[in-house]
């Protein structure tokens, strides 16, 4: 009789026959070698513990996280472990339970090899052998809300990150246990748990999205642990000739898979990084998949380095860590773009192990070392050594983050995103992808940050991430209402309608197209991009400058949207700026009851608490933040409206910030020309309570020509001195000769754009 092994043996000899043959695409990969089984052999090597041990006690970051972990792990020891039968969403008690037994795994099977304490072993060995008796009796999680269900936690997406951190705890206690003891667990525990969320699981792991590459990451861990090609070939190229719909669509509206599109571990490497390292679903999201990405290819080099992982795309990977790092704001916390959480830093320890990994793997940038200096924490493995040596030895240059472009979209031809740095300001400007299921209708939009505090902000996501008293920690029904629709960002809405009507179908076929970033001048910076799909029969035309006045201390910005219509249209431009209103130069009459602004696309949860008809000329807001003064000035056409609103209506369970935006509304126009400043001027001290520099620089901004080919905006400050800025509206070559004439003065510059002192 054949026994079970025997099966398993013909199995994966016919499993490499089959790959041999296939067609090489992007997530085929090379052939499998034959490697001899060593253990500790993903995160930890045999011979990186043997260096971690020969270096302890005189590489003090690295000792520093060792001894926290031991202390959070000898005190979960003491406490015993509990693994209950799942029911609760995020933030509840089994969920946090499961979600802190596989950090203790992981972190315990690491101290076992360099301590070569036993406990830590059976620690791991205890609960490992506790899921094993309770996983097969557990049916799918009882919560219903996900597309696709784990046992242990609600969305097999939390199943995948149990089995990406447990399969390293496996790996380090490997050696500890006897074969039956291995056969066990992985018969019933980890090749069922790797089955269910990838074969049973189609819609969820065959797909281009995060939650694909934690379950591909998952079962590829596990596979290079139990060395079992069949499932790693599964991890690399997804499960192919599955029997589902390709365009089935998971409940946030995205394409499970898109017709042909390639599936597994590498499809999720080409496709949603850009050649620049830039991952299209957003900084928060790539902070999130940056862990299974870069710890499985760690894992990969470790044990199949013939894959070549951190050169595949021209070393993409580790491009996307210096792409992240850029996205984040003085004080290292990402920028939101798309669905973010306020807050979200390169301290989370996903990025402790980016970086050290990068680090390791990268060519030792020495500039990470200053990241990892910052972080004071770094991976007990080998590329955490290697960054505390570096440390150690004072390798660390510092981190500059420059105004940057980088481009989004698998070839770099689907916008981007543009920061402009500006002594102490950053502003970014988005003309990205839509970015997967998580992106936001929000073309040609920006935020603004100095010093590390938003100025003008991004709202970010409408959920309170773990915190089960909302909505179980999970996404709120306010971020499809609110937090998506156009009108909740820093960008032109018209007729009250979101971009791309707020439909993923139309959204994700399109993006804006980059026009001209030019950052070669520091005190002249500018960025700019178009649109012509986000509605029909109407452009948009977007082009933001950071100008440095030799004359102020602080830059200013100097924001142009053009919008041509083939139609008459109602338009608003929001501004959400953060603060205090200290002053406002027009008259408006704020209402005794606020009014809900409208009906849907955001608009339901926007109250008018006060409105005003302003004449040709300028509008300006002055308003404190953080001890700060800001002018927003802005030009305004007679019968336009400036609405002060704020955020909350229609929010009975108030999950929505109440926070405040400005709206310049045009109305029965085609084409439109918004033209505001953005200044930063002045300080106020609560302790001396004197207020410095209060009031705006700027004396006046006008358009001083405008047509299909040129747009020319002067700006007078206070010291009587004037520039003038003028931009090419259809031609941006660099070389190219302009000659325009204003007002009987002639003008004459190279290249998209000019600003010339009047």
């Known amino acids: 009789m054949i026994n079970r092994m025997s099966i398993r043996v013909l199995l994966v000899i016919l499993c490499m026959m089959a790959i041999s043959c296939k067609k090489q695409s992007v997530n085929k990969v090379e052939e499998f070698s034959s490697t001899k089984q060593e253990h500790p052999s993903l995160i930890l090597t045999e011979q990186g513990v043997k260096d971690i041990r020969a270096n302890l006690g005189r590489i003090p970051i690295f000792d520093k996280t060792l001894e926290a972990t031991k202390v959070e792990v000898d005190a979960e020891i003491k406490n015993g472990f509990d693994v209950p039968l799942p029911k609760d969403y995020s933030g509840g008690y ?29 620690f791991v060995k205890d609960m490992l052998f506790e899921y094993a008796k309770e996983y097969p009796k557990w049916p799918i999680h009882p919560k219903p ?25 496996y790996d ?13 667990l992985e018969n019933d525990l980890f090749r069922p748990f790797a089955d269910h969320i ?87 999201y790539q902070r999130y998949a940056s862990y299974p990405f870069l710890i499985f290819a760690q894992a990969l080099q470790n044990k199949r380095p013939e894959q070549k992982v951190f050169q595949f795309k021209d070393s993409v990977l580790i491009k996307s860590v210096n792409a992240l790092l850029n996205l984040s704001d ?32 990268g060519g030792n940038n020495p500039e990470l070392l200053s990241i990892a200096k910052k972080q004071d924490e770094v991976t007990l493995d080998d590329a955490g050594l290697a960054v505390a040596l570096g440390i150690k030895e004072g390798k660390e240059k510092p981190f500059v983050k420059k105004s940057i472009e980088l481009s989004d979209g698998a070839n770099g031809d689907e916008g981007g995103v543009a920061i402009l740095r500006s002594y102490g300001l950053e502003l970014v400007f988005k003309y990205t992808a839509h970015g997967l299921s998580h992106g936001h209708y929000d073309k040609l939009s920006f935020a603004l940050f100095e010093d590390g505090n938003e100025v003008v902000q991004d709202y970010g996501m409408g959920r309170f991430v773990n915190i089960e008293q909302k909505g179980g920690g999970n996404y709120l029904k306010e971020n499809k209402t609110w937090a998506r629709q156009s009108i909740a960002h820093n960008t ?40 012509d799909k986000a509605y029909p029969g109407t452009r948009l035309h977007r082009t933001m400058v950071a100008i440095k006045d030799e004359a102020y201390e602080t830059p200013y910005i100097l924001d142009i949207m053009r919008v041509v219509s083939d139609s008459s249209n109602q338009y608003d431009l929001p501004f959400y700026f953060l603060g205090h209103v200290m002053q406002a130069n027009f008259e408006y009459s704020k209402m005794p009851v606020p009014e809900i602004l409208g009906k849907s696309d955001g608009y339901q949860h926007l109250y008018k608490e006060a409105s005003a008809s302003v004449k040709e000329g300028n509008i300006t807001l002055n308003w404190l933040r953080n001890n700060k003064f800001y002018t927003y000035t802005a030009i305004t056409s007679n019968a336009d409206e400036v609405i002060f609103g704020r955020i909350g209506a229609n929010d009975p369970d108030f999950n929505l910030r109440n926070e405040q935006t400005l709206i310049l509304r045009k109305k029965n126009v085609k084409d439109a020309l918004y033209v505001s400043t953005i200044e930063s001027h002045g300080r106020y001290s609560p302790v001396s309570e004197l207020a410095v520099n209060a009031y705006s620089n700027i004396k006046k901004v006008s358009v001083v020509y405008d047509s299909k080919e040129y747009t020319a905006i002067k700006i007078d400050t206070k010291n009587d001195k004037s520039k003038v800025f003028i931009i090419s509206n259809q031609k941006n070559d660099k070389d190219l000769e302009h000659k325009l004439t204003i007002k009987n003065k002639e003008y004459i510059w190279k290249g998209a754009y000019q600003l010339i002192e009047n």
């Open 94 to 122: 089994t969920h946090e339970t499961h979600k802190k037994n596989y950090v203790l795994m992981q972190k315990a099977g690491v101290l076992y090899q360099i301590l070569q304490d036993e406990k830590y072993a059976k």
């Open 492 to 531: 032109l809405v018209q007729n009250e309608t979101s971009h791309f009507k707020g439909k993923y179908d139309i959204g994700s076929k399109y993006h804006p197209t980059k026009y001209v970033f030019s950052v070669t001048d520091e005190n002249l910076q500018v960025a700019s991009a178009k649109d």
């Open 198 to 284: 990838s074969i049973h699981n189609l819609k969820f792991f065959n797909r281009v999205h995060n939650h694909a590459t934690w379950g591909n990451v998952a079962v590829g861990m596990i596979a290079l642990v139990m060395d079992d090609d069949v499932l790693l070939e599964r991890a690399l190229s997804g499960v192919e000739n599955a029997d589902y719909d390709p365009n089935e669509k998971d409940d946030d509206g995205g394409y499970i898979r898109k017709e042909g599109q390639a599936i597994g571990f590498f499809a999720n490497v080409n496709d949603p990084f850009s050649p620049d390292g830039y991952f299209t679903e957003g900084p928060y």
């Open 145 to 169: 809300r996900s597309y696709a269900r784990g046992k242990l936690f609600w969305q097999c997406l939390n199943d995948s990150n149990w089995l990406v951190y447990t399969s390293q705890a």
């Open 330 to 361: 003085k004080d290292g916390e990402f920028f939101l773009l798309n669905d973010s959480q306020k807050g979200m830093s390169y301290f989370n320890s996903s990025l402790v192990s980016a970086v050290d990994i990068a680090y390791h793997f």
């Open 172 to 184: 380090c206690i490997y050696d500890f246990l006897s074969e039956d003891e291995r056969n066990i």
